[in-house]
């Protein structure tokens, strides 16, 4: 079964897309069926992580939101880095999902800040090329 961070993850991803959340697409982006969709989201929402209306409509709480840009955040961060090392980005995503979930705080923080100086340097030389240095 996927965590309950993925499927938060993945709820997170869908209301920034498209803008709502609903248990078809959940099961399509994570590659499930709609009965572990459904077991997953009653876990959730009975823990305070989502909430869900009669109409089938699924929002995050603050509390699931907060675990959901915490692994997406680690996502981007993750998924950019590799790619920059070379990775094809199909690869760079699903390693970055497997990783996303075991790193330590403090080795994501060094990551990040890795991530960064790389982010920065790139921008500094695209900026150096086209003459917009500051």
């Known amino acids: 079964m996927r965590s309950?961070?993925?499927?938060?993850?993945a709820m997170l991803m869908m209301q920034e897309q498209h803008g709502y959340i609903r248990s078809i697409d959940i099961a399509g982006e994570l590659n499930v069926t709609k009965p572990s969709v459904s077991y997953a989201t009653k876990r959730l929402a009975e823990n305070g992580y989502i909430n869900k209306a009669q109409d089938g409509a699924?929002?995050?709480?603050?509390?699931?939101?907060?675990i959901a840009?915490?692994?997406?955040?680690?996502?981007?961060?993750?998924?950019y880095l590799l790619t920059y090392l070379g990775v094809d980005e199909k690869n760079a995503r699903e390693d970055a999902c497997r990783l996303e979930h075991d790193l330590s705080v403090e080795t994501f923080d060094r990551i990040r800040e890795c991530a960064d100086?790389?982010?920065?340097?790139?921008?500094a030389k695209k900026a150096a090329e086209?003459?917009?240095q500051e």
């Open 4 to 9: 309950a961070e993925d499927y938060l993850e």
């Open 58 to 66: 699924i929002t995050l709480t603050d509390k699931g939101y907060e």
């Open 69 to 79: 840009a915490r692994i997406y955040e680690r996502h981007k961060v993750l998924t």
């Open 117 to 123: 100086r790389v982010r920065a340097r790139e921008e």
């Open 130 to 132: 086209t003459g917009t």
